[in-house]
């Protein structure tokens, strides 16, 4: 059974950095398609970044410039640099298999002003 499972959140001020990552159990990692999503409170959940195979990323306008997503094959992991954070990007933080549509539990981000 694959899981997915994000860790790294927390609470940080406006303008701080924070890293996420997701760790896939399973043998399907190499391949797939890695997505970061974030939904906040009342909102729909929004896509935010992804990694395909060979470092192929993609972003949000909103988050360009500021996040950084990576991969780690050799580990199962995924990970989601952020920086110059905004009390916007507040929300649950979830990763994606987005090859076979499995997400984790989410991790909670909160930047106040």
């Known amino acids: 059974q694959v899981r997915l499972v994000e860790s790294g959140g927390g609470w940080v001020q406006a303008g701080e950095s924070l890293t996420l990552s997701c760790q896939v159990s399973?043998?399907?990692?190499?391949?797939?398609?890695m997505g970061w999503y974030r939904q906040a409170p009342r909102q729909q959940r929004e896509f935010v970044a992804r990694?395909?195979?060979?470092?192929?990323?993609d972003y949000a306008d909103s988050v360009k410039g500021r996040f950084t997503v990576s991969r780690d094959d050799a580990k199962n992991m995924a990970y989601l640099q952020m920086n110059a954070l905004k009390p916007e990007d507040t929300g649950v933080y979830y990763c994606s298999l987005e090859t076979m549509d499995l997400w984790g539990q989410g991790t909670q981000v909160t930047v106040s002003s």
């Open positions: 399973g043998s399907i990692f190499r391949g797939a398609v």
């Open positions: 990694v395909g195979m060979g470092g192929t990323t």
